[in-house]
């Protein structure tokens, strides 16, 4: 996230020492820690050289110039030596010392702005106070802040907050506009909050949550040591079941160091908690790696947005950025969020976990669980839920490249690849295309050869009931004169290069860049009807650095006379100089040079002067204004925490020269994604490359279909038979659980509960599922909402068809036992922001299998039942069209059931009415629905035989019958049209023959 100010030499100076602290530390075996050097401590290399050490320096000369030295010996990181082999280039081995104690010491109360003696402090509960330094360390860093404002304060009974703030002067922090109004931190971040924060945190009180008027109950306790300055938060065992242990520690920063550096430089910034070594750690976002488990190995990971798609060789981010990590403990969980935007590293060792961060302020949250899901909601209560996606983005998305030598040149081009997935019978319900139906690749543009043919396509289109997603980019009209744009280091406009060509930067953190966006998106709409955004340079990208961008330089779009020819990728416009990467690759286009030998500050990854771009935000409020009442869709491959609360993300550019590699880390990335708090998230099928393969690519499909978004790159299905029979059978399924993954995608704007999730997340109490690789995930749940479509195969075919139950139970009880599974489904016209209050969108069901002692029999039963709800979707704006009816009754299957049944009879229960009471049905009926519900109407159904080695039938053409085979039971009542209205309900009752 942008400040506004211009970039001084000091904030672009850090970017040289930057490039050694995200970089990986040595080997702990081969370095113990001692009172100078640590080999997980930041890097700061000693000697002339950025990386490795100058030729010929040794060992003895690192330590005479008083430097730590430490080859690196990871065998398992991406840059460790291969046994034998050289040390990477890319690691510092002699480097500053960098373990000297750095420390501050509680100087006085702060209340208000006014200060007392450290002796009327309370050890104890929140507070906030004036630390003064009392050791100060890395003088190579810049001079250190004297001063600090500390202070931990209660915003919610379950999330504590420590804020450590320059006691001096401001400093950037991340604003409140990036959050969603119902978000803890759209109000936590509010100036007006944080100025009365301090007050709200006074010794040995607690602060309310915003919006509240009576404190809540502390579910934790705090200490504070004052000489040196340290906090220790543990669980509240009693207040949340937790049991004590190593896992009742949540932060403990005794004996580590606080390093806090000031301007000029104002970049350096150190965290450290101890952490339980038998401590497993998940999330940090989205990198590079094909597991959810972090690795407590030192290796740092790495937040910095920037243009770099997923590689199995690396572990830094891909294109954004989530500092969430999740600690799971003997069974009990717990959460921190490092809330900063600059460039930031999270560093898990064996007993510690630190925070680096290259700007900004320390600002923790400590989400104390004690489940996995405790954690994710406290998370999403403290940046924003997930938004819930229009109903039709459920479906098979494509994205039109033209990378592989495809090219949409027209209007013509487009539907022939509609007609050929049509005739394909793989139905794709939105496309999207790269920008080659825009001039030159510039934003809210239609080329020449698109603006006659466009609207009409567009227009098929949506009477197909597809959509178009429109790819949003950069752009630059008035936006120069309106003070929108991003500025570099001598106050002119920061200059870059895309594919339009050179090119500027919206700043998304002022108001004009948001006014201007928003009237584009408006005015195209007229155009051009879109119906969502998917964006695909949403973290700053350039294809040059600093001073070379000024050069003239050739459009992007002059230099595509054809195909791309990956096979000489060394040759297009902009190899080699990527803003972040390149340092002395020689360029082979005319208008590039290399980056060697210009300032420093132009090549480092400092320069420019952001971190974040909060580009999701402002789409979602414009296509909220351009299309009002209607729920936006937002598609990023890159984001920061809380931009979940607005759009959906996907993986990005997966890969180029696919592998199977690619492919196996796919289920991570979307676990991750989903562990950074998005709800709609996908990795992408891509069938790219010499490498891959027609099965590779129908694995891919097939693989694809179980991700929350589904969504093609490139490469269309319907070009092998392999993927073309994979594509109509993993869709069919897909489309066979759609109302179950609608329901958890609601679910998750509710508690943050991730849609796909692994297996710990559900068993957390079982060690094994933490180390269970991420391809073996769960959706939960024991009663499945199913849909298949009956007429056609489309998101609104199967929301037309009647709705099924596949029910989980265990086989048939013992004698006094019971077996119960329960679940919701979440139903809406699928693409209003707000349901009207009062709506029916949440059926409840409700399943048991008994054992009645007295007949000697089993029973079961499944209630059904549909109360009106409050708001359906929580969002603030919109009032929300009336919802359609829900659909009849379909199948229900009981999985569990292995016996002859008879007595089966469907009853429908409504509110009120002249009907028999429901306790008559049942005195356990009575307690599950309203006073008051009548029996409307009962009907039997024909006996079950059990067929000997029969397998399950498919449904009924008569309706009514129900059907048994080993483990399993059907009851067809589709030809029963058995209704599902508002305020009724439906039981299903069987017993044992």
Known sequence: MPARRPAGPGLLALGLALLALCSLAASQQAFVEDATCYWAGPRVPCGSRQHKPDPGLSEANCRAAGCCWAPPAFADAPHGAPPGGPAPADLPWCFATNNAPSTYSVAGLISGANSTAPTALAATGPFAALLHQTNATSAELGPDVPALHAEVASVAPDILRLRLLDASEPRWQVPASLYHPTSLLSQLLNPAANATSAAAA???????????????????????????????????????????????????????????????????????????????????????????????????????????????????????????????????????????????????????????????VVDLFILSGPTPLDVMRQYAELVGRPALPPYWALGLNHRFTPALGT???????????????????????????????????????????????????????????????????????????????????????????????????????????????????????????????????????????????????????????GPW?????????????????????????????????????????????????????????????????????????????????????????????????????????????????????????????????????????????????????????????????????????????????????????????????????????DNNTLAIPAANTTWGGSILPIQPAHKGNTTAAVKASPLSFLVALPALVPENATADAGGDVFNDDGESLQAPAGSCTLLNATATIAYDAPSGRHNGTLLLWLAPQGSGQAMPQGAGAPLPAWPQLGNVTILGWSVPVSNATVAVLQSGGSGPSAADVGADLAAAVPAGTTVASTSTIPPCPMPTGAALPGPAQGGGACCASAGSLLFDLAGMHVPLNCGSGVLLTWQEA
């Open 407 to 561: 090219t949409y040149k027209d209007c013509s081009a487009w539907e022939q690849v509609m007609a050929n997935y049509s005739a394909a019978g793989v139905p794709v319900e939105a496309f999207s295309d790269w920008g080659d139906s825009t001039d030159s690749f510039r934003l809210f543009t239609l080329g020449p050869a698109w603006r006659d043919c466009w609207p009409a396509a567009l227009a098929g289109l949506h009477a197909r009931g597809q959509r178009w997603v429109d790819p949003s980019w950069q752009f630059y009209t008035a936006a120069q004169q309106q003070g929108a744009l991003l500025l570099d280091a001598y106050n002119n406009s920061l200059l870059g290069q895309l594919f339009p060509g050179p090119s500027t930067f919206l700043d998304w953190a002022s108001q004009p860049a948001l006014q201007l966006f928003g009237q584009g998106m408006k005015q195209f709409a007229s155009l051009a009807p879109f119906d969502g955004a998917a964006v695909s340079y949403a973290e700053p990208t350039s294809f040059c650095a600093g001073d070379v961008c000024d050069l003239a330089m050739q459009t992007f779009a002059d230099n595509l006379t």
């Open 565 to 765: 020819d990956w096979e000489a990728l060394g040759t297009c416009p902009w190899c080699g100089c990527y803003m972040v990467e390149c340092r002395s690759v020689q360029c082979t286009h005319s208008g590039c040079t290399s980056l060697e030998g210009l300032p420093a500050q132009e090549g480092s990854l400092a320069f420019p002067p952001y971190a974040i771009n909060s580009l999701n935000v402002g789409v979602y409020s414009s296509l909220l204004a351009t299309r009002p009442g209607m729920r936006p869709f937002v598609m990023s491959r890159s984001g920061f925490p809380g931009d979940s609360a607005f759009a959906a993300t996907w993986n990005g550019n997966a890969c180029w020269d696919c592998h199977y590699e690619d492919l196996a880390m796919g289920p991570a990335q979307v676990i991750n994604m989903g562990l950074s708090g998005y709800g709609l998230a996908g990795a992408d099928i891509s069938c790219l490359g010499k490498h891959y393969t027609p099965l590779m690519c129908a694995q891919w499909v097939a693989t694809a279909a179980f991700y929350p978004l589904m969504r093609v790159h490139d490469q269309e299905l319907y070009r092998w038979p392999e993927s073309t029979v994979a594509a109509r059978a993993a869709l069919a399924l897909r489309f066979w659980l759609l109302p179950y993954i609608y329901s958890l995608l609601y679910t998750g704007t509710q508690t943050g509960a991730p849609a796909l999730r692994p297996l710990w997340m559900a068993f957390p109490e």
């Open 202 to 360: 006074a010794p040995g009180g607690t602060s309310a949550s915003p919006g509240s008027t009576a404190a809540p109950p502390l579910q934790y306790a705090l200490q504070r040591s004052d000489q040196p300055f340290a906090v220790v938060v543990t669980r509240n065992a009693s207040g949340l079941g937790a049991s004590p242990g190593p896992s009742a520690t949540l932060l403990n920063t005794t004996s580590t160091r606080l390093v806090y550096k000031a301007r000029p430089w104002d970049q350096y910034l150190e965290l450290t908690t101890w952490l339980s070594p038998s401590a497993v750690l998940f999330g940090g976002g989205s990198p590079n790696r094909g597991t959810t488990v972090v690795p407590r190995t030192g290796y740092p990971l790495v937040s910095w947005n920037r243009d770099f798609r997923p590689n199995p060789t690396e572990t830094v981010n891909s294109y954004g950025t989530s500092t969430l990590i999740i600690a799971v403990d003997g069974g009990v969980a717990h959460g921190y969020l490092m809330l900063n935007s600059n460039g930031l590293e999270v560093v898990p060792q064996p007993d510690r976990l630190t925070w680096r961060m290259i700007g900004g």
